[in-house]
């Protein structure tokens, strides 16, 4: 079993957990949360600032004293843009499903006086990259250039059945800005259909970190270093929520020079 790769646990409540100390890094933290009408999920951020992202169904939801009433609605991942809220450092969060829910708490280590926002789906446009067998669409939810949060960054992202997404390869496990930043990332996997299936690697130039992954509906790939491609196969649409943070807020990557020939 590849040392990245955490399987939910259950399929109730608190599935997935990922803390820094468990994925043996500094910086991201990742749950996954599946409530019932009526249930509710809480906390306290303490030294942490979180996204919560409803991956699918819909709840109330507050932060700090701030009442944000019902979000989400989508029923899968798969059918349209993210809603999220946002929650600073030194705050607190809690959300009550109102249809069967699934959540996303994303975290990273807090700082800077920013304030709990809600951030609607359609915040920012959909972006297709890539050409060929190597297109995704990309819903951004955090980006660099929003300046609405200390450390965190978060995305979702679709890959068409059959293409290469995350690709061609590239890395950011270098504090050497302006040409790379450091970041750690973990990727929440969801296929469409869900008894489907997907790949993915995690490797350095001298290999000595590589292994390659088949992740199933619901797993989370941890990228503490390297490059780290996915390929999904026919038949079967992969979704992705990345999970990014380091010591800087910047998404600086460096591509593989073996493979940079495919974005001519």
Known sequence: ??????????????????TPETAGWTYVGFELHKLKPGETVSAETG?????????????KAKAGTEN??????????????????????????????????????CSAPGGGDYKAKRI??????????????????VHNIMPEDD????????????????????YPSHKHDQDDLPNESFLEE?????LNPPQGFAFQRVYTDD????????????DVALVPKGYHPCATIHGYDLYYL???????????????????????
Request: glycine share 10%; proline share 5%.
């Open 147 to 166: 300046n609405s949060a200390h450390s965190l960054l978060v995305v979702e992202v679709i890959t068409p059945n059959g293409n290469t997404s995350s």
């Open 47 to 59: 030294e942490r600032e979180v996204c919560l992202v409803w991956i699918s169904g819909s709840a």
């Open 68 to 105: 944000f009433g019902t979000l989400g609605g989508r029923k899968s991942p798969f059918e349209g843009a993210p809603d999220a809220l946002y929650v600073p450092m030194g705050s607190n969060w809690s959300v009550t499903a109102e249809s069967d829910l699934e959540l996303a708490i």
């Open 1 to 18: 079993m590849s040392k990245l790769l955490v399987k939910p646990q259950g399929n109730h409540g608190l599935v997935t957990k990922v």
């Open 186 to 190: 973990t990727y929440y996997h969801r």
């Open 120 to 137: 609607a789906p359609g915040s920012h446009p959909q972006i297709t990259r890539g050409k060929g067998s190597n297109v995704r669409l």
């Open 207 to 218: 290999r000595s970190l590589d292994e390659a992954m088949a992740v199933e509906d619901g």
């Open 242 to 264: 990345n999970v990014m943070a380091g010591p800087k807020r910047v998404w600086k990557f460096h591509n593989q020079k073996e493979h940079e020939w495919l974005l001519a």
